[in-house]
């Protein structure tokens, strides 16, 4: 006979359905990245076509270009794209600096540096039908040795920024160079 052990499954269900739920949201995190990864793919290899399948067909892309503000819808925004790598696709650097996931909404921010300038993306995502697609981007350009990258989220721990920092990771999955082995230098992140 197996003794009762009053408050046992009282105990054991709350760590049960934590556990389901981290694991649902390391699961929805990597979704979520995809659907980035996907919007990177799309400007590493020119490809509206690529590009399209990171949005939702309602998406809206806004910022600052030449000094004027732009909004395109994504069909305007794929158009833009020539089928082609841009010639020095080779030296452009992109990373997915930060992602937050709660049920089926997200955000992320990537920066892409091309050149000269750098790109910070900021992307407001969905899950519509099983699948994350990005609802919206805003972006800001800045020469790359003026960018002022926003502080890190002060509601993550040192130790979530630091390997968020650290995620320098293409997307096609393999390490690009920069990010920081061991402490990253200037980021006050141990």
């Not at 004027?68 to 997915?96: C, L, N």
């Amino acid at each position: 006979m197996i003794p009762r052990v009053p408050g046992l499954v009282t105990l054991f269900v709350p760590v049960v359905l934590f556990a389901a739920s981290a694991g649902a949201q390391k699961a929805d995190e990597a979704a979520v990245r995809a659907a980035v990864n996907q919007y990177l793919r799309g400007h590493a290899t020119g490809s509206g076509d690529e590009m399209r399948k990171a949005f939702l067909p309602t998406a809206h892309i806004e910022g600052i270009r030449d000094g004027r503000f732009v909004s395109w819808t994504v069909d305007e925004y794929v158009s833009r794209f020539s089928g082609k790598p841009a010639a020095d696709e080779a030296a452009r650097k992109r990373t997915i600096d930060h992602l937050d996931v709660s049920g089926t909404a997200a955000m992320a921010r990537a920066t892409l540096v091309h050149g000269r300038t750098t790109f910070v993306d900021y992307f407001v995502l969905l899950e519509v039908d099983g699948q994350w697609k990005i609802a919206n981007k805003v972006y800001s350009a800045a020469p790359t040795s003026n960018l002022q990258l926003p502080p890190p989220d002060p509601s993550t721990t040192p130790q979530t920024r630091f390997r968020e920092r650290r995620d320098t990771t293409a997307f096609d999955g393999h390490p690009q160079k920069g990010g920081c082995r061991g402490p990253c230098p200037g980021s006050g992140i141990p």
